[in-house]
């Protein structure tokens, strides 16, 4: 308890909270500026419930105050990714609300104390309480609950109940799903394998030339295929050129002396005296073992030889790491000082309600040797017993506790805290053995490009724009001025040009380009932007074309796809027409074709290596009649000519019911497919409207 009257009491422990008011200060900006371009004060609108500007700052807000000081995530992108996670909260309540699905209060709150989230976990850890007391804290109305403490419990207390709501829609879904007759059939022929052999031409060995595609194909394929461009958002086709903001071989020369200067002055003088007023650098600094994994906020990985060297040189040791790549910041470190303490620590505590004289009695019973066991149950005491799993970082506590702990580490209670309404007393019940602490400095100096270099990448850049006024010509000309000119479909949701999707997710693009991105929002197809950026890029935008319902066919990308489509489709017809008949067996074909006679054992359900997926499918679909057959087929990138000579039924071939109970058991056991589509399903569940872009 005396834990839980230190947050009450002490806020700055609660390290994960930090930089609150950097996003609402942006969000601020964004909307007293939209004023003079929308009155609309929606930031999202999911099926008929509307997300306010405001409930989405404040929300904004909140969240914010968990993200690391030293992130450094684009204030753009950060802004997407909480509206995101707003509108998928909501589409999930609204779903949820549809079904009659439920999450009561006391189920949260019984996860929330058998399985913590991650900050509620770091929060016990470094005040050597159990989530269970801290959830008894936080309830009890009469606790004065620090109003950050409370906030951020309330936050993940949502967290949990979106998890269970998720978990419980994702179950109902499941059951859902029950195996039919054509499912059974098609279960059991993917289940087979299939002994074929086979022989194929490719439609390379057609030259596009020979292919001749009209525009009237072109418009009747993308009318067949009309549904796949369907857009959720307007979106709009740009050309850019992005031009980087380097230092030059001036201002590194000028950055090198500069840094062997604060290198020195940083190893000469006591502790960080030689760089504290220097005003070229930031300083920070963090108190580390030789064992912690972590260090400034980021993973030490083994081959950091900077850390290393600094462990192992101890006290004054100075080391330092240059810049790689585009980054700038030469980075340099000194150890000022070290110490011998406990590193991690399991107390027994116990809370003492009431006068001085009552606290004396009791850790009079406790120096004389009582079990606080013995005094669970009294009246007015409460007692928390070490948990082996939750140790505390002895070197987090403040100062003045710390020396407590290391003075007692033999095992003697001691006065944690106490005032005239009561007093809690801790014993050190578990520790590690002493190490050493080292308290290391952190010099990081930026090497910026100067005025003069920054005014000359400018008027490069704007002395193209006024030659190259028209768009046709700002998109021609660009390779020959030496400018990388980039294309690009942009949604109101895209917060950074050059964001790539990978099976990872999203490759970070141009950090503070959403002021170009909304640019092209409020301008007309043809129009040019003025130069955006400073420091890191300059950026200039075209704006090419405006897509409202579909993307149309003048777009490239579609443009591309659907003339090679068309393009293999009458590869295959010419193919098919050349070779239809010319044989009876696969190696007759093989020979007409020139090429090789190829065997696989194909199961239908796995991923296809010879032969393409619609090919195998096909085959599938026929079943024993495909047996012994010669098929000569047109894929989506060969001709097949393909013969099924046995199948080969799965081992343990199942009966029908048989079939019928082992995918109905599959569907409920192997549910992560559902949950991790769960997100895309709802958000196609309903129409949702991102409309952030005005406030940016």
Known sequence: MAALEKIRKRAAILTIVIGAGLLAFILEEAVRASGAFTTDTLAAKVGNEKIEMQEFQAISQARQQQQDADSKVDPAVMQQQILQEVIQEKLLSQECEDANIIVTGSEVADLMVKNPTQPIQQLCQQNGIDPQSLLDFVKNPNSQVDPQIRALYEMESQKMANQLMQAKLGLLMMGCFQANDIDIEITNNESAVYDVTYAKVDYATIDDGKVKITDAELQAAYEQYKNLFKLDDESRRIHYIKMDVDPSAKDKAAAAAKISKIYADLQNMPGNSGVRSNSDVVTDSVTTTANDKQIFGAKVEAKDETIKNLIAGGLNTCDRKDPTGRDRNTLLYKVTSTYQSIDSIGLDMVLVQGPKARQDSVLALLEGGMAIDSLAGKPNIQIQKSNPQQLARAFQLPDSIRTKVNDNAGGNFFIWQANTEGAMFAKVAQSNPATTFYNITRCRYTNSPSEDTKGNLRGKLQDYLNKNKDIASFE????????????????????????????????????????????????????????????????????????KDYTPLSDPTVKQNLTELLKNEKKGEMLMKQYKGKANDVAGYAAAMKCNVDSASIAMGAPQQMLEGRVAGLIAGLGQKAVGKVQLIAGRNAIYAVQVNKINPPRGALTDKQTKQQMAMQYRQQNFPIQQMLGAILQNSRKVKNNLVKFS
């Open 476 to 547: 021609k000309n660009a390779k020959a001025a030496k400018f990388d000119i980039v294309e690009e479909v942009i949604t109101p949701s895209t917060s950074q040009l050059g964001a790539q999707a990978s099976q990872f997710g999203m490759m970070p693009g141009i950090s503070h380009s959403r002021e170009a991105i909304t640019w092209a929002f409020k301008n007309k197809p043809g129009t040019i932007s003025q130069i955006f950026g400073e420091d890191e890029e300059l950026i200039v935008v075209a704006v090419d074309e405006v897509y």
